[in-house]
């Protein structure tokens, strides 16, 4: 059995998007991360090392999204995935990208691309 770790609502400011001005002049990303894991070891140890540090994660999923501009958002979800996926306990992580001020002309709440992408070992 995989047991579920979320984190929701990270704040980033990136600078991606098909439009020039999107890049020029960024906009916020929000993305929500749920990973697949086993925290069996960490209940029983009660050790950080056992389970997966999230503070660390989303100071380096934040840094995936500020940094080296993407015309997709498929793309930056996949990189922010391959981030994840880094993390040896992590068996599988669903990432959604939320970029809530697309250049849309119409009146939205939001647009969003969920993936969900396995580690090497599945």
Known sequence: MTDEL???????????????????????????????????PAAASDDL???????????SVKAAVETDPVDLIETLAQRIADVCLL??????????VHKPDAPIDATFS??????????PRD
């Open 49 to 59: 090392r056992d389970t997966v540090d999230y503070g660390s994660l989303v100071a």
């Open 110 to 119: 939001d647009v969003a691309l969920t993936i969900t992408r396995k580690g």
């Open 87 to 96: 993390g040896d306990r992590v068996e599988w992580a669903r990432v959604t």
């Open 6 to 40: 979320a984190v929701l609502g990270i704040e980033c400011y990136g600078h991606h998007g098909v439009f020039e001005f999107e890049k020029r002049e960024g906009q916020v990303f929000v993305v929500d991360l749920v990973l697949g894991i086993d925290t069996a």
